[in-house]
């Protein structure tokens, strides 16, 4: 009897420490699930704060602010000798037109300070807007246009509520007779907010507000170009050759722990490679798209080569048995099965890798495509720079205007980020195969 009751004991007290023990591990669990949940939720919410707040820098550059003037288009000075010639009318003193236009619509600016001040209301780039246009028109010689032209950064800036009315004059950017004036303007419906098409189709300038980033969207396309016919084709085969082809010795892991060290190089180092070997050995033309794809596609070679390998990894050894099994040669087991197989992951590898080499600048500050380039490039040997450099140059101006440009430009370099990160995820759901 008693030795029953000290058995009984002893498996319920086994009994209760089990279930408490149990209990510590599911409320750790618990707690664990709740750490990484509360770590998700700290990460997306720091993740939308930064789309916030860089949006809410820069989608007033998305819009732009515009004067309407009248313009009278005289012929003795856009062509003396009413020839029509374009060459004439594209040098005919347009900004004087303008500043005519202006004196005529507040003729109370009368001195040469305040006058000064009366030009300041409008953009630098007013009177290429009006050559444009006559140039485009030019049977509208000798009679008088109302055109919508670009307002100076100041301007824009008080429309947009950066600058407040109620600060001291003297430590406004705009006095108060400037004001006047706009606010007479505003009055008449002669000022407007525009989109600013220009942003979209205008290459870099010194004014903010005829700055855009066309120049640098073209010059990171043949960039990416280059660098994807260079980097794209050579990752593969290299892939090919240590996964299906290349002996297992010594000399085969030394190249695989270079390829792997390679990938985790500091991409201002493949920048100091460029300038050394392409720039200065070479001597290939400075701040050039193929320059920049040449070292691009250095950078991007390992991570090509890293992630193919990956993708052939993946592909069973069943189908490489099967079609050795029928006689296929081992060309033609990777040409007809492994390759076929493996190119989701290969063409989602090689879209990361280009995604990346999209964001780089450090290797590209290197090579000179820092400078200051107005036109758009023509060619993968004309001058151009890059979005991420674009969007450097901007920070680093000191006028107030560029900082919306500066987000605004981070909003498309965004943009085509998260558009490279989709089609590789599509691709790869809709060509990957379950095995």
Do not use: C
């Amino acid at each position: 009897m008693t030795e029953s009751v000290q058995l009984a004991t002893g498996r319920f007290a086994t009994s209760d420490v089990i279930r408490s023990r149990l209990a510590k591990r599911q409320a750790a669990e618990r707690r664990f699930r709740i750490y990484g949940l509360i770590a998700v939720v700290m990460a997306l919410f720091f993740l939308a704060l930064l789309f916030v707040s860089i949006a809410a820098r820069g989608y007033s550059a998305f819009l732009q602010t515009e004067l309407r003037l009248e313009v009278d288009l005289d012929p003795s000075v856009l062509d003396p000798q009413g020839t029509g010639d374009p060459e004439v009318l594209g040098r005919a003193d347009y900004g004087g037109l303008v500043k005519k236009s202006l004196r005529e619509a507040f003729p109370e600016a009368k001195g040469r300070r305040e006058k000064r001040q009366l030009y300041r209301l409008i953009s630098n780039g007013a009177a290429f807007e009006l050559r444009q246009a006559v140039l485009q028109q030019p049977d509208r010689v000798g009679s008088s246009i109302r055109i919508w032209l670009p307002a100076s950064d100041d301007v824009d800036m008080f429309m947009k509520g950066f600058i407040d009315r109620q600060t001291d004059e003297s430590r406004r950017r705009l006095n108060d007779r400037q004001l006047t004036w706009l606010d007479r303007l505003q009055a008449d419906g002669a000022i407007e907010r525009r989109f600013n098409t220009r942003f979209f189709t205008g290459g870099d300038s010194r004014e903010p507000e005829l700055a855009g980033i066309w120049g640098a969207v073209v010059g990171s396309f043949l960039t990416l170009l280059v660098t994807l016919v260079l980097a794209f084709p050579i990752g593969v085969m290299a892939a090919v050759y240590l996964e299906e082809f290349a002996p297992k010795t010594r000399w085969t892991e030394i190249i695989e722990v270079n390829i792997n060290n390679l990938a985790a190089v500091p991409s201002i180092v493949f920048g100091l490679l460029g300038l050394a070997v392409f720039l200065n050995f070479f001597g290939l033309p400075r701040s050039a798209p193929v320059v920049g794809g040449l070292v691009l596609a250095l950078m991007t070679l390992p991570t090509i080569i890293i992630v193919s390998r990956a993708a052939f990894k993946a592909v069973p050894p069943s189908i490489r048995e099967a079609a050795f099994g029928v006689g296929a040669s081992r060309m033609q087991v990777v040409t007809h099965h492994v390759l076929p197989l493996a190119m989701p992951g290969v063409l989602t590898g090689a879209i990361i890798g280009m995604a990346r080499a999209l964001g780089e600048s450090a290797p590209l500050l290197m090579i000179g495509m820092v400078a200051f380039i107005v036109d758009v490039p023509g060619g993968v040997t004309d001058p151009a720079t890059v979005l991420p450099v674009q969007i450097y140059i901007w920070a680093d101006s000191p006028e107030r205007a560029f900082v919306e440009r500066t987000s605004a430009a981070i909003l498309v370099l965004l943009a085509f980020l998260i558009a490279m990160n989709l089609a590789a995820v599509i691709l790869r759901q809709k060509f990957e195969r379950k095995w």
